[in-house]
C-alpha cells in the first residue's frame, strides 16, 4: 500500500473510497506514451474494483496502452478556500489515486456488459440497446484495479 506524507488525511475507508468513485463525473488516465507521460480526462463505470472506458479503435490513448499496459488513473472533487493573506489559502477535497492493469475487450457481448456499467455510472437505468455497427466501431478498456489510495483534507 502507498503510504502519505500526511497520513492524518489518508482515508482507508473502503465505503468511502468507493462513493467516490461512484459519484465522480471525470476519471484522469495516466499512460506510458513511449518516452512520456500521458494524461487523459475520461468518461469511465466503475464496478467492483474494476474500470470500463470505450475508445475509438485508433488513437493515442489505445495505442499507449497495447504498449504499457499500466496504468495509472486519479478522481477528485473539492474547493479551494481563500484567505486575506497570501499563503492562507487552503483546500477541501477529497481524491483517489489508483493503479492497474488495461486489457482490451474487443468480444460483442462482454462489450455490452461493460457499456452498461458506464451508462448506469452517468444514472442510466437500462435496459440499454447498441447499434452493432457502433460496438463493431469501437473498443472497450478494461483497468483491473490492484491498488488505490485516498487522500482527504477537511
Same mark, same amino acid.
Given at each position: 500500500?502507498?503510504?502519505?506524507? &500526511?497520513?492524518?488525511? =489518508? %482515508?482507508?475507508?473502503?465505503?468511502?473510497?468507493? =462513493?467516490?468513485?461512484? !459519484?465522480?463525473? %471525470?476519471?484522469?488516465?495516466?499512460?506510458?506514451?513511449? =518516452?512520456?507521460?500521458?494524461? *487523459?480526462?475520461?468518461? #469511465?463505470?466503475?464496478?467492483?474494483? *474494476?474500470? #470500463?472506458?470505450?475508445?475509438?479503435? $485508433?488513437?493515442?490513448?489505445?495505442?499507449?496502452? &497495447?504498449?504499457?499496459?499500466?496504468?495509472? #488513473? $486519479?478522481?477528485?472533487?473539492?474547493? *479551494?478556500?481563500?484567505?486575506? $493573506?497570501?499563503?492562507?489559502?487552503?483546500?477541501?477535497?477529497?481524491?483517489?489515486?489508483?493503479?492497474?492493469?488495461?486489457?482490451? %475487450?474487443? @468480444?460483442? @457481448?462482454?462489450?455490452?456488459?461493460?457499456?452498461?456499467?458506464?451508462? !448506469?455510472?452517468?444514472?442510466?437505468?437500462?435496459? #440499454?440497446?447498441?447499434?452493432?455497427?457502433?460496438?463493431? =466501431?469501437?473498443?472497450?478498456?478494461?483497468?483491473? *484495479?490492484?491498488?488505490?489510495?485516498?487522500?482527504?483534507?477537511?
Amino acid at each position: 500500500m502507498v503510504r502519505m506524507r &500526511k497520513s492524518e488525511r =489518508e %482515508v482507508q475507508d473502503r465505503t468511502i473510497i468507493d =462513493e467516490l468513485m461512484h !459519484r465522480s463525473q %471525470v476519471l484522469r488516465l495516466g499512460l506510458v506514451d513511449g =518516452e512520456e507521460a500521458y494524461l *487523459v480526462p475520461i468518461c #469511465f463505470g466503475y464496478e467492483q474494483d *474494476v474500470l #470500463f472506458i470505450h475508445s475509438a479503435r $485508433e488513437g493515442r490513448k489505445l495505442e499507449a496502452i &497495447k504498449a504499457h499496459p499500466r496504468v495509472c #488513473f $486519479e478522481v477528485d472533487e473539492g474547493e *479551494v478556500i481563500s484567505s486575506k $493573506e497570501a499563503c492562507g489559502w487552503s483546500a477541501k477535497y477529497i481524491s483517489v489515486i489508483g493503479w492497474g492493469a488495461a486489457s482490451l %475487450v474487443d @468480444d460483442a @457481448d462482454k462489450k455490452r456488459l461493460a457499456l452498461d456499467v458506464i451508462m !448506469r455510472h452517468y444514472g442510466g437505468k437500462g435496459p #440499454f440497446q447498441y447499434d452493432p455497427a457502433s460496438l463493431d =466501431e469501437m473498443i472497450v478498456i478494461r483497468i483491473d *484495479v490492484e491498488e488505490m489510495s485516498c487522500k482527504r483534507s477537511v
